[in-house]
């Protein structure tokens, strides 16, 4: 008498149907994920805005004037009806003669507790700068109504220095 595992093509399909039958029985998870990409003028990211099936905001950062600028496409209307706005070269006290400032930025998922007013986004933004040697989070409203015409702020919230500031 053969053995079972003598029979490879058994022993293969046992594997496929006990694999199958523990994905239809294990709760599955949600996968999301935010994108940066850049070069050294500028940089742009995605970040999470909802947990219930909206698109993100996408925020670009001007290397060259230390502009964050953001959109969020709206998935009903397929247009951006809210956008961004802050000047993170302040944040960073960069000296004006600082040739060329340094900056990476990358997101991800974040619980904010609502301070009154708008509520906040479910991500947030992390830019670092080289010369200041300093990362600092930043956090955006979750964009309500029709749109608005005037750019809704974008809030620092907290920073940390990864290294001492090289000056310049």
Known sequence: MKKLYNHPVLMLVLGVILGAGTML???????????????????MCTVPVATIAETDAVFVLDHLTGI??????????GAFTHTYLRNVA?????????????YCIV?????????GGNQPANGVLY???????????YG??????????????VVRIDGFA???AAGG
């Open 140 to 153: 955006f409203g979750r964009p309500q109504g029709r749109g608005s015409v005037a750019p809704m702020e």
């Open 127 to 137: 830019i670092g700068e080289l010369t200041s040697g300093a990362v600092i989070a």
């Open 90 to 102: 302040a944040d960073f006290q960069l000296n004006p003669s600082t040739p060329e400032p340094r």
């Open 68 to 77: 964050l600028r953001g959109g969020y496409l709206n998935s009903g209307t």
């Open 25 to 43: 029985l294990t709760p599955q998870q949600k996968v999301a994920a935010s994108a940066a990409a850049g070069n050294d003028k500028f940089s």
């Open 107 to 115: 997101a991800g998922p974040a619980n904010l507790r609502s301070g």
């Open 162 to 164: 990864f290294r001492e």
